[in-house]
């Protein structure tokens, strides 16, 4: 870990996270409103979601997130609650002396419109606060990308800089944000009209030398309309995670589920409930 605020990179929405985040030109989902908020244009309708999501059991997030449309514009709202769970300290002797914990709070506001019929931009400004045991620092960060595609393009394109900003120091010194620059492409492929399939993959590349390019790659099969299926993966460096997750779709309503295997903070499993108008 590089950064002090690393929690500004946290996915967690079941959708997205089960294709391993490859999601840069997605379009019309609240869960852009992480990756690339140029995603949130063209959504006609209110949309809301909650999601839940715990890995092994000590950190859990809490996610809220709603998109209105407004003249031409769509603005996005979004909160994230991660906490850690309580531990004991102990002293030298191994004696409990105290215990501690650790939450963080973000909280996004967005706006994404269009430029062109095939061409839309967005931004996202978040505030933060995050508190380790009994030190807090607080900041900002903001992102910036866009979106290119249209109906009749084989292939839709998106980009966004994630991470521009500035924190308060836990103690002494403040860490720089995990500033990054993230692009992906995607597709649909119709095999026959109750199947379809929605292929991603995304770059995400930092400003910190130090830190590798990620890659991340995923796919969605729609099935009969009513069922989706999603599998997906990532790579950094020598280092690689696998994803998968399925949701049910019900009018309006679509219950989503993912499973992340052990990647270092234990195994993970999301829920996400959403609300869209279509």
Known sequence: MSSGAEFLLEEPAAQSAALSGAYAARQGELACLRYNPAG??????LSLAVGHDSAAGDWSDEWAALAYPVGGATLGLEALVSTLQSFTL???SG???????????NLGLAAAGPFEPWLAFGADFRY????????????????LGLRLGAKSWP?????AVQNFGSQTAYMTQADPLPVCLRAGAETDWDLDP???L????DLLMFQDPQRPTEFRGGIEARLFQSALLRVGMQKSGNLQGFSAGLGVLWGDYRLDYAYLPDQGLGTTQMIELSLTGR
């Open 40 to 45: 949130l244009a063209g959504m006609t309708q």
């Open 90 to 92: 102990y002293d030298s």
């Open 128 to 143: 933060f606060r995050s508190q380790l045991y009994t030190f807090s620092s607080q900041g900002y960060a903001v992102d």
């Open 95 to 105: 004696v409990a002396v105290d215990t501690a914990g650790a939450n963080n709070l």
């Open 194 to 196: 109750q199947i379809r």
């Open 155 to 159: 292939l839709a394109l998106g980009a």
């Open 198 to 201: 929605h292929p991603s993959a």
